[in-house]
Nanobody, 123 residues
Framework: QVQLVESGGGLVQAGGSLRLSCAAS????????MGWFRQAPGKEREFVAR????????SYSDSVKGRFTITRDNAKNTMYLQMNSLKPEDTAVYYC????????????????WGQGTQVTVSS
């Protein structure tokens, strides 16, 4: 079983940057595709970005494409989300997730979830 812990959230002004981390414990981190999701107050959880087992393949939601970058370091069992040019509408709790299949991530079909980290962007 994989346990995921997010960190790096906080309060930032619009136009600023944050880097989120998702640290994994348990066996075979490199056996899982990973993804970032977010949930704003009163809204459903939505897909943000995903990354393949090796890290060579990535994809993003239209709302963050060109501003966010997802990466992973399998040697450190950690995934990252670099968020630049942040907007107030990026305010949400951000979750990381792990699944054995890359194609399942975008549909939110996740085997393991982290507990979330709050990101607040002020205008």
């Amino acid at each position: 079983q994989v346990q995921l812990v997010e960190s790096g959230g906080g309060l930032v002004q619009a136009g600023g940057s944050l880097r989120l981390s998702c640290a994994a414990s348990g066996p075979s981190f490199s056996s899982y595709a990973m993804g970032w999701f977010r949930q704003a107050p009163g809204k459903e959880r939505e897909f943000v970005a995903r990354i393949s087992l090796s890290g060579r393949a990535t994809s993003y939601s239209d709302s963050v494409k060109g501003r966010f970058t997802i990466t992973r370091d399998n040697a450190k069992n950690t995934m990252y989300l670099q968020m630049n040019s942040l907007k107030p509408e990026d305010t949400a709790v951000y979750y990381c997730g792990a699944d054995g299949r890359f194609d399942r991530i975008v549909r939110g079909m996740i085997d393991y979830w982290g507990q979330g980290t709050q990101v607040t962007v002020s205008s």
